[in-house]
């Protein structure tokens, strides 16, 4: 009796890794190197007016599909879409790009150009449907700053793509500059500072620590941050603030703020018309 059981056992235990065998998931996937092979989220900096009208429907690189109305890339916004971090794969090389806008049962081609796309991560950022786009190293993997308390430290980059007027762009110079709250009971403030260094037409800072004063100490925390952008002149002189026009038709100092989350990194691209509509502003984008 005792050696059937034993017999019964073992061919149980047979069944089951024959049975383990025969149902091992194996999923298609292609390995990407981030050395090798070309990586990049695509952002949509031209100055337009936003609304689905002028929403990217469907983008092809090197005719093939990337992404279609399923997932449109909205004016000021970038792709892919829906989680930090996502990149589109492709092989490095000189690639084309085609957007194409309007109504799904309407599309019109709206953008079709060459530019060399190189191995590694980048941010391709198109702010003239007559021009190539402008590409930024995207500096994977992001900077990061802990303490015993989860951190005190944000990340941003920030890019300038200010236009004058249709097909102008800006000849300023920018700095951009933050100010946080230092003390939350009193609300004191810290000088303004430096967001690094200032940056012309299709130029970006490289990713700069913002500090984050959280009300609760131990907590993931976020805190609201304050921004201003100062004009620079050849000589390096600070030549005042930004003058915008806001959305009232008015010309103001270009001031604005954002919520800023402990161990979170951010593009802001500063797009759209200084003294015309659309107005511009800085569209925030979460890397990671």
Not at 37 to 55: E, K, R, S, W
Not at 134 to 150: C, H, I, S
Request: proline share 5%; charged share 15%.
């Amino acid at each position: 009796m005792k050696n059937l059981v034993k017999i019964g056992l073992l061919f149980l235990v047979v069944c089951i890794s024959v049975s383990c065998e025969k149902h091992v998931v194996e999923y298609a996937a292609t390995p990407i190197n981030d050395e090798t092979d070309a990586q990049f989220q695509l952002h949509y900096m031209v100055p337009i007016a936003t609304g689905t009208a002028n929403n990217i429907n469907k983008v092809e690189l090197n005719d093939q599909l990337l992404t279609n109305e399923t997932a449109p890339l909205a004016v000021y916004n970038f792709i892919p879409s829906g989680a930090v971090g996502k990149f589109f794969a492709a092989q490095p090389g000189n690639v084309n790009l085609k957007l194409y806008r309007g109504a799904v049962t309407d599309l019109a081609l709206a953008y079709d150009q060459r530019f060399d796309l190189p191995a590694g991560k980048y941010n391709v950022v198109v702010h003239d449907f007559a021009k190539p786009p402008v590409l930024f190293k995207n500096d994977a993997p992001y900077p990061k700053m802990t303490t015993e308390y989860t951190g005190t430290t944000a990340w941003v980059k920030f890019y300038n793509f200010l236009y004058e007027s249709p097909g102008v762009p800006t000849t300023l110079k920018l700095q951009y500059q933050f100010q946080y709250t230092k003390d939350n009971e009193t609300g004191e403030k810290s000088e303004w500072e430096n967001l690094g260094s200032p940056v012309s037409f299709g130029e970006a800072t490289g990713w700069h620590p913002v500090t984050v004063n959280k009300t609760v100490i131990i907590s993931a925390g976020t805190a609201r941050i304050d921004y201003r952008i100062r004009m620079i002149g050849a000589d390096g002189a600070d030549q005042g603030s930004l003058v915008v026009r806001n959305a009232a038709g008015n010309m103001v100092n270009y001031a604005d703020w954002w919520n800023a989350a402990i161990g979170r990194v951010y593009h802001h691209m500063l797009a759209g018309f200084r003294a015309a509509a659309p107005v511009s502003g800085v569209r925030v984008g979460t890397a990671l």
